[in-house]
């Protein structure tokens, strides 16, 4: 396993325009979160999937994001209608979720947004 | 959620220990402590955690103070791939990290 992976690397999109990332994360692991990072900050959380179930999500997704989880294995983020500033890096992580309840989230190495 | 302190930044010669401190004064007891850092250009990777107790893996140490109100991250012997933004989060069972801003760490040979 190589670890989390998430395509594409860099998208460039116009302004109105939607856009779709993918995230895969390591195998078995049954939790999976969504990131986003502007510049000079850290990352702030915006959702959250056990295995399908999408359980909690920050009130920094607007209707305009969505993300889904099928099968509980990889998962996408939608942004409709993107604004210039939903520029960022987009992180997904995931994680086991079992046994001691403070398990090791890997992250990917995410997918940078630009709205132009 | 737990609020954290941390300094803004730190700076480090290379070999030589580095202590990263963090204030987490309104914790709760059954908040693990956490550290992630962040490389230039990457996601970022887990470091370390503890609850109570002192901890060490081939990373790093982790004191966690008796009152558990603070804890210090300590890298024994600075080397320059250990330059990044380390982000010390209170975690609850089940719950999203929640980063904050860190203390970027400047290491010079």
């Known amino acids: 396993d190589t670890g989390v992976s998430q395509d594409p690397r860099h998208k460039i999109t116009k302004r109105g325009q939607n856009v779709t990332f993918r995230c895969d994360p390591i195998?078995?692991?049954?939790?999976l979160y969504w990131y986003r990072q502007t510049l000079g900050q850290g990352p702030e959380f915006l959702t959250y999937?056990?295995?399908?179930?999408?359980?909690?999500k920050s009130r920094l997704l607007s209707n305009r994001f969505s993300a889904e989880r099928p099968k509980g294995s990889f998962s996408t983020l939608e942004i409709q209608r993107t604004e210039q500033g939903d520029s960022a890096m987009y992180l997904c992580?995931?994680?086991?979720?079992?046994?001691?309840?403070?398990?090791?989230?890997?992250f990917g190495q995410g997918t940078r947004l630009t709205v132009v | 959620d737990a609020k954290t302190t941390q300094p803004n930044s730190m700076e480090s010669n290379e070999e030589e220990p580095v202590h990263l401190p963090c204030n987490h004064s309104?914790?709760?007891?059954?908040?693990?402590i956490h550290w992630y850092r962040q490389l230039p250009s990457q996601g970022p990777e887990y470091v370390i955690h503890?609850?109570?107790s002192n901890v060490n893996n081939r990373m790093a140490s982790l004191a966690i103070a008796e009152d558990r109100k603070s804890s210090t991250l300590i890298l024994h012997r600075a080397t320059l791939r250990d330059a990044a933004v380390y982000y010390c989060?209170?975690?609850?069972?089940?719950?999203?990290?929640?980063f904050g801003k860190g203390t970027s760490l400047l290491v010079t040979p």
């Open positions: 992580a995931s994680s086991l979720g079992v046994g001691e309840p403070s398990t090791e989230a890997f």
């Open positions: 195998s078995e692991h049954n939790r």
């Open positions: 999937f056990q295995n399908e179930a999408q359980l909690e």
């Open positions: 309104t914790i709760s007891g059954t908040d693990y």
């Open positions: 503890g609850l109570t």
């Open positions: 989060i209170p975690l609850v069972t089940g719950y999203a990290l929640n």
